[in-house]
């Protein structure tokens, strides 16, 4: 089972714009971490926030996490054509001490420059 | 260099034949994750393990094992009943509430 689901599944923007990733879950979690995904090579991990925050930055990146509605955001600021990758929420849960992380299907980001 | 070596890269396989992926870890993590990514489906769960000698079965384990016998090295094999290999695999570890990604392996069925 898919626990988060990311909007839109595609986007294109040009070089300099700000790209808006959004990310819904069904379930009760400790925290939800964003990762980004180049074609063919294995996640790298961007961003990472807990249940009770509701905001979080780093670098161009910034993070924010609405418990009451399930969802979270990812906002690329300035984006870059080295941006271009697909972008991953993971939610995670703890089930009897076990830590275990859910991802979507990811949001595929083109920057044209 | 501290990370997570995945083998092979490539791997093509027959139809009926078991294959084994290698996933070694020098992180000194406890828990270790075997993911499947198939085209607009993102990551799926296959197997876990928190620690030594223990792993738990995930969301699609069915026509793969596992083995944790070290506390570096998780090795997914995929068997002959697992209907649809051809696929991305990924391995994970997880530390300090963060995952760390090898570099994946691509199994196709012949």
């Known amino acids: 089972s898919q626990q988060g689901e990311e909007d839109p599944q595609a986007l294109s923007i040009q070089e300099g714009e700000n790209a808006t990733m959004n990310c819904s879950y069904k379930?009760?979690?400790?925290?939800l971490q964003w990762y980004r995904q180049n074609s063919g090579r294995g996640l790298v991990h961007l961003i990472l926030i807990r249940s009770n925050e509701r905001e979080k930055h780093s670098g161009r990146l910034r993070v924010t996490l609405d418990t009451s509605k399930k969802s979270s955001s990812l906002l690329i600021t300035a984006s870059r054509a080295a941006d271009t990758a697909s972008y991953f929420c993971a939610t995670v849960r703890s089930s009897g001490g076990s830590y275990i992380p859910t991802f979507g299907r990811g949001t595929s980001l083109i920057v044209h420059p | 260099d501290g990370g997570i070596t995945q083998s092979p890269k490539y791997l093509f396989r027959k139809e009926g034949q078991n294959v084994t992926l290698s996933c070694e870890q020098n992180?000194?993590?406890?828990?270790m994750y075997w993911y499947r990514q198939d085209p607009g489906q993102g990551l799926r769960l296959i197997y876990y393990s928190q620690i030594v000698n223990d792993f738990q079965k995930g969301d699609i384990a069915e026509g793969y094992s596992v083995s944790r016998e070290k506390k570096e090295s998780f090795p997914l094999t995929v068997t002959s009943a697992q209907k649809n290999p051809t696929a991305f695999y990924l391995c994970?570890?997880?530390?300090?509430?963060?995952?760390?990604f090898g570099e994946g392996s691509r199994l196709t069925v012949l």
């Open positions: 994970a570890t997880q530390g300090a509430g963060e995952l760390f």
């Open positions: 379930t009760s979690i400790n925290n």
């Open positions: 992180l000194n993590h406890d828990a």
